[in-house]
């Protein structure tokens, strides 16, 4: 959720179905797992009836987020965007999964300057020129779940603000690059992606994570943004998760805001700015699909 990295280790066990001739994929999970490699369950891997679910999901959370970037604008509350957000969902028979998810209070999380992620939109917050927001919206359709974020400039910001908005979004696509053939690892993602933003100058925050996403608001894996290639979990066809890198323009520490009482508003601890883009994907035989486009 910009998943918070959980402390606890797993490991599933890849076992071919009795009396049914392995597939492909499974020799190349067997394969991945005898080199300790950490595998799906079957869980994880979506059928073709959820994927079309999820597919539905995905639309309707991109027509929110197109909804919202025609109407924010400098002058506007965040509370505004919620009120797009939760009014453009219900009328279009979905549901915002945010709402009342563990005490979160509102429909979409929007993340201004220094917020991390998970920003409560409120009506004394008002949107000035030189902003940049993360507004993160996840959709529910007949059950399943789509999730993604976009950043918004309001007005024009200044040259590192704008260059920290293209980084995180440049990561995202590094990050989906890396998965453009299947059997790839969560870490060989993360390692390119944390290359690029050192290399511009930038840190990556390691608390929160992408994850499995679909059936759930939030499923494995832990989709994490920094890593080591050859470590995290395969990721195999049918696999629907979210990859999110939340980008520091200073250090990647974070901290909670004192003043919330739901403990859900992740802030950098310098105060610096952050940025963040996610998409929801689908692993295919081919790569991944972006869902949420
Ligand atoms: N949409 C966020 C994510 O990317 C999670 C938000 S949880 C909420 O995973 F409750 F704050 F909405
Ligand atoms: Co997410
Ligand atoms: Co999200």
């Known amino acids: 959720m910009n998943q918070k990295k959980s402390k606890k280790k797993i490991k599933s066990r890849w076992k071919l179905l009795?009396?049914?001739?392995?597939?492909?994929?499974?020799?190349?999970?067997?394969?991945?797992?005898?080199k300790g490699i950490l595998v799906p369950t079957r869980k994880l891997i979506k059928t073709p009836q959820q994927i079309e679910g999820i597919r539905k999901a995905g639309v309707l959370n991109t027509d929110v987020l197109d909804y919202v970037s025609e109407h924010i604008r400098e002058g506007m509350s965040t509370l505004e965007i919620d009120k797009l957000v939760?009014?453009?969902t219900v009328e279009h028979g979905g549901t915002p999964a945010p709402l009342n998810y563990f005490g979160f209070p509102k429909s979409c999380c929007?993340?201004?300057?220094?917020?991390?992620?998970?920003?409560?939109?409120?009506?004394?917050?008002?949107?000035?020129?030189?902003?940049?927001?993360?507004?993160?919206?996840?959709?529910?359709?007949?059950?399943?779940?789509a999730d993604a974020s976009r950043m918004f400039v309001i007005g024009k910001t200044d040259a590192e603000n704008q260059k920290l908005v293209d980084v995180a979004w440049e990561c995202l696509k590094i990050g989906e690059k890396v998965c453009s053939e299947p059997y790839v690892c969560v870490g060989d993602l993360g390692s390119a992606i944390s290359k690029h933003a050192h290399k511009n100058g930038f840190s990556v925050v390691r608390e929160y994570c992408g994850h499995g996403v679909g059936v759930e608001f939030h499923e494995d894996p832990e989709v994490e943004?920094?890593?080591?290639?050859?470590?995290?979990?395969?990721?195999?066809p049918g696999m629907t998760f979210t990859i999110e890198p939340m980008i520091n323009m200073g250090d990647p520490d974070i901290c909670?805001?004192?003043?919330?009482?739901?403990?859900?508003?992740?802030?950098?601890?310098?105060g610096l700015p952050s940025a963040q883009w996610e998409h929801t994907y689908l692993m295919t035989e081919n790569g991944v699909e972006i869902i949420t486009h």
């Not at 009795?18 to 005898?34: F, H, N, R, S, Y």
């Not at 300057?113 to 998970?118: A, E, L, P």
């Not at 943004?225 to 050859?230: D, I, L, Q, W």
């Not at 919330?260 to 601890?269: C, F, K, M, N, P």
């Open 225 to 236: 943004h920094v890593g080591k290639p050859g470590t995290g979990m395969l990721l195999v």
């Open 18 to 34: 009795p009396g049914v001739e392995p597939t492909e994929m499974d020799l190349k999970i067997l394969e991945a797992q005898e």
């Open 256 to 270: 909670e805001d004192e003043e919330d009482e739901t403990g859900w508003i992740v802030l950098t601890e310098d």
């Open 86 to 88: 939760h009014d453009f």
């Open 110 to 145: 929007t993340s201004v300057n220094d917020v991390v992620c998970h920003g409560i939109p409120c009506d004394w917050e008002i949107l000035e020129e030189g902003d940049i927001v993360n507004v993160d919206v996840t959709t529910i359709v007949d059950g399943y779940y």
